[in-house]
Nanobody, 121 residues
């Protein structure tokens, strides 16, 4: 499956952004989807994951209550709505697909290119 993420940009602290990730190549609904981020000098982390149907989600503690992951299988797209953004949310954000669980980082095996999110304080 091929993934393409977009929607990043520069936003002030407290603002919102919505990232989108379009999938192609294989049946999108067969995959769990996730959003990862990586800031300079830091390890990549899974910030949100969603199962194939959208009925189950996972959030990292650092974003729980501020970020919402969702998917539209008819449009082969997964979204990450980011609210109340903080400077520490600044990172390159990547979407990824997994044939396994949506909450385990090492299950993800297909990756899109990153989209940069910069939050100014």
């Amino acid at each position: 499956v091929q993934l393409q993420a977009f929607g990043g940009g520069l936003v002030q602290a407290g603002g919102s952004l919505r990232l989108s990730c379009a999938a192609s190549g294989r049946t999108f609904s067969h995959y769990a989807m996730g959003w990862f981020r990586q800031a300079p000098g830091k390890e990549r982390e899974l910030v949100a994951g969603i199962n194939w149907s959208g009925s189950s989600t996972y959030y990292a503690t650092s974003v729980n209550g501020r970020f919402t992951i969702s998917r539209d299988n008819a449009k082969n797209t997964v979204y990450l709505q980011m609210n109340s953004l903080k400077a520490e949310d600044t990172a390159a954000y990547y979407c990824a697909a997994a044939r396994g669980t949506w909450y385990a980082e090492d299950e993800y095996e297909y990756w899109g290119q990153g989209t940069q999110v910069t939050v100014s304080s």
